[in-house]
């Protein structure tokens, strides 16, 4: 079975600080990946995803990811963060060949930007 | 144009009691799925819906039950509460052609005592 796993659990940096969030999964075929976003009180609302071809995938709000399939990573990645960036971070796996579309989803990494 | 609904918002409930939660999908998507999402953990898959049957399940007891009216909307039903049933609720719609892409509802968070 598939499983997804975050690095970190808790990360507090400060505004402008870059950030990178670890994402592996295993599972050994072709796997879709997704990054979702939990701002405080919101949705999740999806960031980036990545299905195939170019391994550097660019989301909203200036957040990329770069997939590396030797390693079954999926590292999301940002420059420099804003204090709007606090949010629960979620790393998302599913099969391309399950038409159904069951996610697995990453416990989920809580970032706090310091002002 | 509105999003992932969901109903009720919070809910107290005993244990061995029954519930039911309601989600209506996105306009014009025609799948929903449903997760719950415990304290501290990432969401897990419960099961999807399509054309009111339930296409796929994750690893939940049959006391977690689901349905799709003819409308896409969707609930979730859950019997005999255990303590362990405590979490939020999360439903999220897609167009089954394009089931990568979900989009979320706010979630039920249910508290089991």
């Known amino acids: 079975a598939q499983s997804v796993s975050q690095h970190n659990h808790h990360v507090i940096l400060s505004e402008a600080a870059s950030l990178e969030l670890g994402c592996n999964y295993s599972y050994g075929g072709t796997v879709n990946l997704f990054w979702y976003v939990q701002y405080p009180g919101q949705h999740l609302q999806l960031l980036l995803k990545?299905?195939?071809?170019?391994?550097l995938v660019k989301g909203i709000k200036g957040f990329e990811a770069e997939f590396i399939k030797s390693k079954f990573s999926f590292n999301l990645r940002k420059p420099s963060v804003q204090w709007s960036d606090t949010a629960e971070y979620f790393c998302a796996v599913n099969e391309p060949t399950d038409s159904w579309g069951k996610f697995q989803f990453g416990a989920g990494t809580q970032v706090v930007v310091t002002p | 144009d509105a999003g992932v609904t969901q109903s009720p918002t919070h809910l107290i409930k005993t244990r061995g009691q029954q519930v039911t939660l309601r989600c209506s999908p996105k306009?014009?998507?025609?799948?929903v799925s449903w997760y719950q999402q415990a304290l501290g953990q990432g969401p897990q898959f419960i099961f999807q819906y399509y054309e009111e049957e339930e296409r796929q399940r994750g690893n939940f007891p049959d006391r977690f039950s689901g349905h799709q009216f003819p409308n896409y909307s969707s609930e979730l039903n859950v019997n005999a509460l255990l303590l362990g049933d405590s979490a939020l609720y999360l439903c999220?719609?897609?167009?089954?052609?394009?089931?990568?892409?979900?989009?979320f509802g706010p979630g039920t968070r249910l508290t089991v005592l």
């Open positions: 990545y299905f195939s071809g170019d391994p």
């Open positions: 999220a719609s897609s167009l089954l052609q394009t089931t990568d892409t979900q989009y």
């Open positions: 306009s014009g998507h025609d799948t």
